[in-house]
């Protein structure tokens, strides 16, 4: 009885897929057809399912990284600062002779000639772009170099003045400055400089990365864009080293990069890489491979969502186009020799998740278990009862 019971439930739960026993994941069958699901509406896709070969890598690689210069576009330097609104401005006059209007009146030791010059307060240029200066009423200093500025004023006070000579000197150019927050020493806003000042300046300027470089973005916004890109790609690349323009805000984040290793792996974790990223066969070597006893090579498997216009490269036809993120799953064949070329080229990227499924004998394995833990008994008590009779 016992002999025809084995085959028997064996064979049943081959053939049920032995959901019930334990596992780390689905297989490989099971990812393959949920891809698409049937519904009496018709077919649903849940995913795309993608085999990765050298026309896929291609693909992958034709997306173009995110670049503070393809974005910005500044590789020349800054133009000449200008005075704007809520700079602070001093000035300061001079006569040519005493007792005019800004110089103080002939004293009688010869070896004096008396004042003849005067500070005018410093002034904060109002929203409407102008300052006041005695005897010249409110001069348009907006939009204005500082020299540009002092010929005006001069102008204004011919003829009220003994031959006035200006200096115009802006102490606190706030509207020619810059702002840096996040993970730096100190974030303060930086005035920028008259010869320019480029991303790493203003970052040493505050005093430097309080992380590690290697854990670190920059995040640069300028009017309406916002770029992100990886500090070591900007200390690595001069050409990413840009130049800075008024009123820009940079923040540095850390952001350490991380994947998922799960399934047949000997070491299922979370493991982390740095910002410059790395490869599915460095990803796999940190995961410390496939087990040999359990993993599927046929059945390794990366999730990841996809911008919906790097899958209508992929998948021209896909019906899950019509959102902005798409859910892929790329499967890679390490039994092929080809393969592991394919995953030394194939970048990953921070919150993926990699997945290797149990081989099919490894199935089978746990059925013979499960089988043999449940028939030992039946075995061993048959056995007694043909002893005793």
């Not at 057809?33 to 690689?61: C, F, K, N, S």
């Not at 300061?92 to 030791?109: I, N």
């Amino acid at each position: 009885m016992v002999r025809i019971a084995a085959p028997a439930a064996l064979l049943a739960c081959l053939a049920s897929g032995c959901s019930y026993l334990p596992a780390s994941g689905p297989t490989s069958r099971a990812i393959v057809d949920g891809a698409d699901v049937a519904t009496p509406q018709g077919v649903y896709a849940r995913y795309e399912l993608i085999d990765v070969d050298p026309a896929i890598i291609e693909a992958l690689r034709s997306r173009p990284l995110d670049s503070l210069l393809a974005a910005f576009g500044d590789y020349r330097n800054s133009a000449e600062p200008l005075i704007g609104v809520g700079d602070s401005v001093a000035i300061q006059v001079w006569e040519a002779g005493s007792g005019g209007l800004f110089s103080g009146p002939l004293v009688a030791d010869r070896f004096s000639a008396g004042s003849k010059s005067a500070q005018i307060p410093e002034q904060v240029v109002s929203r409407d772009g102008a300052i006041s200066v005695p005897y010249a009423g409110r001069i348009q200093v907006a939009g204005r170099r500082p020299q540009d500025v002092q010929v005006l004023i001069e102008n204004e006070l011919a003829g009220k003045a003994i031959q006035p000579q200006v200096l115009v000197t802006v102490s606190k150019p706030i509207s020619q400055s810059v702002t840096v927050t996040g993970e730096v020493t100190s974030g303060a806003r930086i005035p920028l400089s008259g010869k320019g000042d480029r991303l790493l300046d203003v970052i040493a300027s505050v005093g430097g990365v309080r992380g590690a470089v290697s854990e670190t973005y920059v995040r640069l916004s300028r009017g309406p864009t916002t770029v992100t890109v990886p500090m070591t790609a900007v200390v690595s690349n001069p050409r990413e080293n840009i130049f800075m323009r008024p009123n820009d805000v940079l923040t540095l984040v850390r952001d350490p990069q991380t994947f998922m290793a799960l399934g047949a792996l000997g070491n299922a974790t979370e493991l982390q890489f740095s910002a410059e990223g790395i490869t599915l066969a460095q990803g796999l070597a940190r995961a410390r491979g496939l087990s040999d006893v359990q993993a599927d090579a046929e059945g390794v498997f990366l999730y990841r969502f996809e911008p919906n216009t790097l899958v209508r490269r992929l998948r021209p036809g896909s019906p899950l186009l019509s959102t902005k993120l798409v859910p892929v799953v790329y499967r890679f064949n390490m039994r092929d020799p080809n393969g592991l070329f394919l995953a030394q080229a194939f970048r990953m990227r921070s919150r993926d998740v990699l997945y290797v499924s149990n081989a099919p004998f490894s199935e089978v394995q746990k059925v013979l278990s499960v089988f043999s833990t449940v028939a030992s008994p039946v075995t061993t008590a048959a056995s007694v009862y043909a002893v005793g009779r």
